[in-house]
C-alpha cells in the first residue's frame, strides 16, 4: 500500500509515513487549540489550518526513529497513538480557554451582572464579561504570535514522545489532574478582583440596611454595583489578560512538561 501511494507523491514509504503520523498529532492539537479551535471557526478552516501547520512542523522533526515501513496494523496503532498525543496536548491548551471563561462567569455571578449574556465563542451562551475576556484574550495571542508558538510547542512534544509513542497512563493522569487543578485556580486568580468588589460591596449593603431599615438599599445598590463592576472590567482587564497570556506562553513552551 505504502508504496503505491508514495510513488505518486515522489516520497519514500518511510517518509510518507511520517508525514501521516505529523498530521494525525497536530490536527488533534489544532483541533483544540485557542482561537484556532473555537466553535466559531469553521471546519474546513480548521482542516486548512491543521495541513497549513503539519507542512511546517514536519520538517522540523526527525523521522528517523521510524525506521522502515510498518505493517498495517502497527501503523494503525500507532495512527491512534499520536491522535491520542493531540488530543492530550489541545486539551491541555483548551483548558486555559476554559479557565478564561470561567473567570468571566465568576465575575458575573458575584457582581450581579450573569443575566447580561450575549453571542459566545463557545456553544454555550456565557456572560458577556466571559465573551469580553475570552475574544480579547484570543485576540491579543493571535497577534502575539500565537501560530508561531503553537509551531515550537507541538515541535518540543516530539522531544517528549516521539513518534507512534504511547503515554504512560500514569503520568498522564498526573499530568491531566495538574492540568485541571491549574486552570481553577488561574480562573479564580483572574476574578478575584471582582470577588473582593462583590464582597465589599455586600458588607456594605449590609451594615446600610441595618442602619437604615426603611431605604430599598436593592434599588441603590444595584446600578452601583454595575456601574463598578464596569469600571472594574476597564481597570483590571488588561492586567487579567496579561496574567492569563503569561500562563499561555508557559504552556505552549513545556506542553508535556510532567512527562518528561
Do not use: C, W
Given at each position: 500500500m505504502w508504496d503505491l501511494v508514495a510513488s505518486l507523491v515522489d516520497f519514500t514509504e518511510a517518509t510518507l509515513m511520517a508525514a501521516v503520523l505529523t498530521f494525525a498529532r497536530t490536527a488533534a492539537i489544532i483541533g483544540l487549540?485557542?482561537?484556532?479551535?473555537?466553535?466559531?471557526?469553521?471546519?474546513?478552516?480548521?482542516?486548512?489550518?491543521?495541513?497549513a501547520f503539519t507542512a511546517l512542523v514536519f520538517p522540523m522533526v526527525d523521522p528517523t526513529p521510524l525506521g522502515g515501513p510498518w505493517p498495517v496494523q502497527r501503523f494503525a496503532g500507532?495512527?491512534?497513538?499520536?491522535?491520542a498525543i493531540g488530543l492530550v496536548i489541545g486539551l491541555g491548551f483548551r483548558l486555559l480557554v476554559m479557565a478564561l471563561q470561567l473567570a468571566g462567569a465568576i465575575a458575573a455571578q458575584t457582581t450581579a451582572l450573569a443575566q447580561i449574556a450575549a453571542g459566545s465563542v463557545a456553544p454555550d451562551p456565557m456572560p458577556a464579561i466571559g465573551n469580553v475576556l475570552v475574544l480579547g484574550g484570543l485576540a491579543i495571542a493571535m497577534s502575539?504570535?500565537?501560530?508561531?508558538?503553537?509551531?515550537?510547542?507541538?515541535?518540543?512534544?516530539?522531544?517528549?514522545?516521539?513518534?507512534?509513542?504511547?503515554l504512560p497512563a500514569s503520568d498522564t493522569a498526573r499530568w491531566g489532574l495538574s492540568r485541571a487543578v491549574e486552570a481553577f485556580a488561574l480562573a479564580f486568580s483572574l476574578a478575584a478582583p471582582f470577588v473582593l468588589a462583590a464582597f465589599?460591596?455586600?458588607?456594605?449593603?449590609?451594615?446600610?440596611?441595618?442602619?437604615?431599615?426603611?431605604?430599598?438599599?436593592?434599588?441603590?445598590?444595584?446600578?452601583?454595583?454595575?456601574?463598578?463592576?464596569?469600571?472594574?472590567?476597564?481597570?483590571a482587564g488588561p492586567l487579567i489578560l496579561v496574567e492569563w497570556l503569561g500562563t499561555l506562553?508557559?504552556?505552549?513552551?513545556?506542553?508535556l512538561s510532567l512527562l518528561r
Open positions: 487549540a485557542p482561537a484556532f479551535g473555537e466553535q466559531l471557526i469553521p471546519m474546513r478552516v480548521r482542516l486548512g489550518a491543521a495541513l500507532a495512527l491512534l497513538a499520536e491522535v502575539l504570535d500565537l501560530h508561531l508558538k503553537l509551531i515550537h510547542g507541538i515541535v518540543l512534544s516530539y522531544e517528549v514522545v516521539g513518534f507512534g509513542a504511547t465589599l460591596y455586600n458588607v456594605a449593603l449590609g451594615a446600610i440596611n441595618r442602619a437604615m431599615p426603611q431605604l430599598m438599599v436593592a434599588f441603590v445598590g444595584a446600578p452601583a454595583i454595575t456601574g463598578a463592576t464596569l469600571l472594574l472590567l476597564m481597570l506562553d508557559r504552556a505552549l513552551s513545556a506542553p
